[in-house]
């Protein structure tokens, strides 16, 4: 199943919700990110632009993006971007094609 890296802002409403009961949003994320067929795999809080990172399996870009416009939607996230992710296999993969694909750059 493809995978793909979550890093989610929090607006400062739900930082101040946050402070006031501090609780794992990951137990609360993983039940929406099953309904739409996929797998919560690990999470983190994390420093600088964004406040929480993680790694999620997801059926198809289709329903990684679903997550994405009902996370934004809530109004609870200032930003939210998603990533996929290619294993080694299939990075080294797309360079062998890259290889031979015959791409020249402008002259």
């Known amino acids: 199943m ?23 949003r990951l ?3 993983r039940p929406v990110v099953e309904k739409l067929g996929g797998k919560l795999d690990v999470g ?16 198809d870009n289709t329903s990684a993006a679903a997550f994405s416009l009902a996370a934004s939607a809530s109004g609870a996230i200032k930003a939210i971007k998603t990533t996929p992710l290619l294993s080694l296999e299939e990075g080294i993969e797309a360079m062998k094609k890259a290889g031979k694909s015959g791409y020249r750059p402008p002259k």
């Open 2 to 24: 493809p995978q793909y890296l979550l890093q989610v802002a929090y607006e400062p409403e739900a930082w101040a919700a946050m402070l006031k009961k501090p609780h794992n």
């Open 27 to 29: 137990n609360a994320v």
């Open 44 to 59: 983190w809080f994390s420093f600088g632009d964004y406040d929480l990172v993680a790694i999620v399996e997801m059926p």
